[in-house]
């Protein structure tokens, strides 16, 4: 250790002290920088670019335990669609990317989603979604068939564009099930008296649906009246799916799988039913105008009865949609879907 002396010093002094300490340091300087430790050199080259064995691993975020276990990051909303090989579903892409899509081919057994046995129309699909996915369930989901024009959907043009454009998801957030059909013609007030109804020639289910609401619902009172808008097209959120245990879900699908009905029947016992397995009354039949408003956005429209609006629905001379709509009517005539409604 140096003492600077006593007494006062020469500039020429002072400058040979100041040199000497400024070789001392730079001395000390190198010695630390290559002789002290080891790693030093390794230290030295790459200072700036620690190697991986000296980062820290990243933490995977989870919200809680059950994230952890979940295989994939769950979606927020989701369409569930029940479809045939030769259905042309890239509509749905087409206007609706930011919805994640589940189509399911059930007439393809090498689809990526398919199903154990086709029966019971759209509701094998249903249920074998949620089934599949009981445990990482989006937040909310659309229940739907495949096809953009189909008398099913609830407009002028039965197009499924505008229905699932104008899709209300607060008014499904808040009210947990929501039917995407809003006309009562089919289904409402009252389509189905379980205990009364007897064999109608035409596909009903009313004489069958006693039978069946015992097999699915056991211990359950049979209700006097069934009535919703049909046509098993819906949406749900996780937390009211979640309502019953995944159990019942499975005991629906072994019946739809086993009962003698036919594919005609047992879909259409299962298309009655939904409403009541989200938790509805028997009876769930919303003020036609209500159920514009709430679920599609459309809140100024004439509504002469519960039952109706006008302009928004009329239910086809036929099931199939003629070749050609909406551009060509029902007698061959054109048509423009953006202007006026369609001739009956």
């Not at 070789?23 to 002290?36: N, R």
């Not at 809680?64 to 989701?78: N, V």
């Not at 393809?108 to 094998?124: H, I, Q």
């Not at 879909?267 to 408003?293: L, N, Q, T």
Request: net charge neutral; with cysteine; hydrophobic share 35%.
């Amino acid at each position: 250790m140096l003492f600077a002396p006593s007494g006062p010093q020469s500039p020429r002094r002072r400058n040979r002290i100041k040199a000497i300490l400024i070789t001392i340091g730079i001395v000390l300087a190198l010695y630390f920088l290559f002789f002290a430790g080891p790693e030093s050199s390794t230290k030295a080259v790459n200072n700036d670019r620690p190697s991986y064995a000296q980062r820290p691993t990243p933490k995977p975020k989870v919200d809680s335990i059950d994230e952890q276990a979940r295989p994939a990051i769950r979606k927020r909303k989701d369409m569930v669609v029940a479809s045939m090989k030769s259905d042309d579903t890239a509509w749905l892409a087409e206007y609706f990317p930011d919805w994640s899509r589940s189509i399911y081919v059930v007439d393809d057994k090498k689809a990526p989603l398919t199903v154990a046995k086709n029966k019971g129309r759209e509701s094998m699909v249903y249920l074998t979604y949620i089934i599949d996915n009981y445990e990482n369930l989006p937040d909310i989901m659309l229940f739907i068939h495949s096809l953009r024009y189909q008398w099913h959907n609830d407009d002028p043009y039965y197009d499924g564009v505008p229905m699932l454009r104008n899709f209300q998801v607060p008014y499904l957030q808040k009210m947990g099930y929501v039917n995407l059909r809003c006309v009562w013609t089919l289904g409402c007030p009252v389509e189905i008296h379980p205990l009364t109804d007897t064999h109608r020639d035409d596909v009903h289910a009313g004489e069958y649906f006693r039978t069946g609401f015992s097999e699915l619902f056991p211990g359950e009172p049979i209700p006097n009246e069934v009535g919703v808008s049909c046509c098993a097209q819906f949406g749900v959120t996780r937390d009211t799916v979640l309502a019953r245990p995944k159990s019942d879900y499975e005991r629906f699908r072994v019946w739809l799988s086993n009962t003698s009905l036919g594919d005609d029947l047992s879909g259409r016992i299962m298309e009655y039913s939904w409403h009541m397995i989200f938790g509805k009354p028997p009876v769930h039949c919303p003020a036609a105008g209500d159920c514009y408003c709430n679920v599609f956005g459309l809140c100024n429209l004439n509504c002469p009865n519960d039952a109706v609006c006008d302009n928004r629905y009329v239910l086809p001379p036929f099931s199939s949609l003629p070749k050609g709509w909406p551009f060509l009517g029902w007698k061959g005539q054109e048509q423009d879907p953006t202007y006026g409604l369609p001739e009956t």
